[in-house]
């Protein structure tokens, strides 16, 4: 016989169970909808601030516009970084970092096509016109967020020296929203300045790193330890000077002079104090003519002897070789210009430049300096490798040399 009370209260029971849970995830539904509203809305908040408030830049405020970023930006801004910081894996063997590469081979933008690099010809086309004084070119292969004040430095020093020069600068990162409102300011002073996400298949067809390049993309060749867009910035100026002439700077140059006089010119980053020879060069600012032969050999030395595991050897180390064997050879028609000319100061003596005069007789040296730097140099490379931590002090070489014609910035010692 069954227990009719029992059974009630079991009834009973179950049912303030199912209660109770049913109530419990309501409860939890609610506050979790509740917590996802509120942190969107802080979300959305703090990119607002952080990219209004916290700006890597010291703008005068009616300079530049404010920068609001949307959510979608910030997404875009966050894979942008993700793509651009990816390391191959350390220690790893050429066939683990082949593989690696293989499985990582999507991520890499620079293999995209896109409907921007599509148009990169077209865009070129139209922006590299006859009323150029000069073409420079420069590459950014870092966020666009992380173009600073001192980089807005150089590019005002470019078009300082070069007011109807044209600068194009050649960037998947920079080709954006953001990199757009960054540059607004210098296009609103009349300067023609444009980021261009670049279309290194269009710029490396009919050259010699052409085929080099289609085995890039497949992820059959060792990309090496160093992170593969520093490399394939070394490869990039040498095609867009190949295929366009004018010149390239790196963005941590300061342009104190006229290049408008220069034609097929490289500088020495060391001589031999005794003999005048040079025992490196560097490919930090190159300036050539369209289908230059000697550019020609570099893009070839780079697609027949590419190592990703030797800092400098794509680069610096690569014009020094290719400039060795051809110096004597005749056709060339190149001009090796001393260390004073964009190197007037070694690598680990950059920090001299920054220095505020202290006394009587450094001051004596930072005003010899700057006399001689008037006379012999084009333009300071800034070493940032060594330099991008460095405050500009009051009254130093580097202030001395852009206080002239910072126009963007509030306060240049602060860079």
């Known amino acids: 016989m069954v227990n009719i009370r029992s059974l009630g209260n079991t009834k009973s029971s179950l049912f303030s169970t199912i209660s109770f849970a049913t109530i419990l995830f309501l409860i939890l539904l609610t506050i979790s909808v509740f917590s996802n509203f509120f942190l969107q809305s802080i979300y959305k908040e703090e990119t607002r601030v952080s990219l ?8 005068r405020s009616s300079s530049l516009p404010t920068l609001s970023y949307s959510v979608e930006e910030k997404i875009t801004e966050a894979y942008n970084i993700n793509r651009d910081s990816l390391i191959p894996p350390i220690n790893a063997t050429e066939q683990e970092r082949i593989a690696w590469f293989k499985e990582k081979l999507r991520a890499f933008d620079v293999f995209k096509s896109t409907k921007l690099t599509s148009q990169f010809a077209e865009r070129a086309r139209k922006f590299l ?8 070119f420069m590459t950014w292969i870092s966020p666009a967020r ?8 150089v590019l005002e020093s470019v078009f300082k020296a070069h007011p109807h020069g044209c600068l194009m600068i050649l960037s998947s990162t920079m080709d954006s929203i953001h990199g757009n409102r960054i540059l607004k300011p210098l296009q609103d ?3 023609r300045v444009i980021a261009v996400k670049p279309d290194l298949s269009f710029l490396l067809k009919n050259t010699p790193a052409e085929a080099w390049f289609r085995q890039m993309k497949k992820g059959n060749k060792d ?3 160093i992170p593969l867009a520093q490399n394939l910035s070394n490869l990039l100026r040498l095609a867009v ?4 002439g004018g010149a390239y700077l790196d963005i941590d140059f300061i342009v104190i002079k006229k290049l408008s006089g ?21 490919n930090a600012v190159l300036i050539f003519d369209k289908n230059h032969p000697l550019l ?5 030395e780079f697609s027949l002897t590419f190592d990703g595991n030797k800092w400098g050897h794509n680069g610096p180390y690569l014009v020094s070789r290719v400039i060795e064997r051809v110096r004597r050879r005749p056709h060339y028609n190149f001009t090796v210009l001393p260390s004073m000319a964009f190197y007037p100061v070694h690598w680990n003596r950059i920090t001299g430049f920054f220095q505020k005069p202290v006394d009587p007789a450094m001051s004596r040296w930072v005003s010899a300096k700057l006399l001689q730097l008037s006379e012999e140099t084009y333009g300071v490379h800034l070493w940032n490798r060594q330099s991008s931590d460095l405050r500009i002090g009051e009254g130093s070489i580097i202030g001395r040399l852009i206080s002239d014609h910072c126009v963007l910035c509030e306060d240049i010692y602060n860079a």
Not at 52 to 59: G, L
Not at 146 to 153: D, K, M, N, P, T
């Open 296 to 300: 020609f050999k570099f893009i070839e």
């Open 262 to 282: 220069l034609r097929n010119s490289i500088g020495a980053q060391s001589m031999d104090a005794e003999t005048g020879k040079w025992s490196r060069l560097n």
């Open 129 to 136: 016109d006859n009323t150029c004084e000069v073409q420079f």
């Open 223 to 225: 990309p090496g330890e």
């Open 189 to 191: 002073l009349g300067f």
């Open 52 to 59: 209004t408030h916290k700006s890597h830049f010291q703008f």
């Open 241 to 244: 000077l190949y295929k366009y």
């Open 146 to 153: 992380s173009l600073r004040q001192r980089e807005i430095l």
